[in-house]
């Protein structure tokens, strides 16, 4: 739903929808009565059921960002909607972020029908469901935290996607050897820390081939640098990769973006 700066310039962002409630996860600045700014989310967005306080930055391997109740009601779990799915969530328990809808669709067109994808660091599922609903491809997702792993079985079922996306809990290091060597295509959502996996990722790819859209955080110097990553762990495999272009998803402060650089991936050739 994006971020909102109507009330008193305070920004929140809407998780959620019409039929199941919404929450809105939302900032006080300085000087601003916390219970005010509630309320006025309340009125104007009547189906908001809970107003979530950030407090704190995401933690852990889980991505999760504390979250405190600041009004409203306990359960937080929502159904959100976007680009015709929907993905039932709870914030408070699993990484969501609607601002990536947008992002969500780039990739889901980028795929092409017939695709089998490996998408590391499923979540509950928001990027499997947007290729599936938008391409006859196949995606396996790998989740860690169990609690986004269960909705993201959920979330299969709900927008009856069963066909074609396979879910799995577990630790992508240890999930993935097993399935080398089969994908055309793979995604690697955690902006901090998916250069751990770049290995998995180059030999998930069937024959050496394929494309890797890869997430990383970083100033100017982040696509330079995933880009020698890349490079790096490619050479020591006899494959090369070629950088097919890079897009800022979200800046943070003026030199901080979160940014995905996707790479053509094949075998060297040796002349
Ligand atoms: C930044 S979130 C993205 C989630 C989802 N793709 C989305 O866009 O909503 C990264 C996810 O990766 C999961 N994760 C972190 N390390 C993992 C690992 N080693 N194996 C599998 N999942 C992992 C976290 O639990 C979290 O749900």
């Known amino acids: 739903m994006g971020r909102r700066r109507g009330v008193r310039r305070i920004p929140y962002d809407l998780i959620g929808s019409r039929e ?33 306080l950030k407090a704190g930055a ?26 015709g799915y929907r993905i039932k969530v709870d914030p408070r328990l699993v990484y969501f972020s609607p601002r990536e809808a947008t992002e ?4 889901a067109e980028s795929v092409r029908d017939g695709e089998l994808v490996l998408l590391m660091f499923a979540g509950a599922g928001p990027y499997a469901i947007a290729i599936a609903k938008r391409r006859r491809a196949q995606v396996v997702g790998i989740e860690l935290n169990p609690v ?8 299969i079922l709900i927008n009856r996607v069963g066909h074609l996306v396979f879910p799995i809990e577990g630790d992508v290091a240890y999930v993935t050897p097993a399935m080398y060597g089969r994908f055309d295509r ?18 998930a790819l069937r024959g050496g081939k394929g494309i890797i859209h890869f997430y990383y955080w970083g100033g100017e110097d982040a696509p330079l640098e995933a880009i ?18 890079s897009r800022i998803v979200s800046s943070y ?9 996707d790479f053509l991936v094949r075998p060297l050739r040796v002349e």
């Open 253 to 261: 402060a003026p030199r901080v973006s979160k940014i995905r650089i």
């Open 20 to 52: 199941s409630g919404a929450v809105a996860v939302v900032e006080i600045p300085e000087g601003v009565d916390p219970d005010e700014a509630a309320r006025e989310i309340m009125r104007r967005h009547p189906h908001v059921k809970s107003i979530l």
């Open 104 to 107: 969500r669709q780039l990739i």
């Open 148 to 155: 986004a792993a269960r909705y993201f079985q959920e979330n």
């Open 58 to 83: 995401r933690e852990g391997e889980f991505r999760v960002r504390p979250l405190e109740l600041l009004a409203g009601s306990e359960d937080t779990e929502v159904i959100h909607k976007e680009h």
């Open 186 to 203: 793979v995604v690697m959502p955690l902006p901090k820390g998916a250069y751990a996996f770049i290995g998995h990722a180059l030999r």
């Open 228 to 245: 020698r990553m890349f490079r790096r762990e490619a050479a020591s495999m006899g494959l090369e990769v070629l950088p097919l272009g």
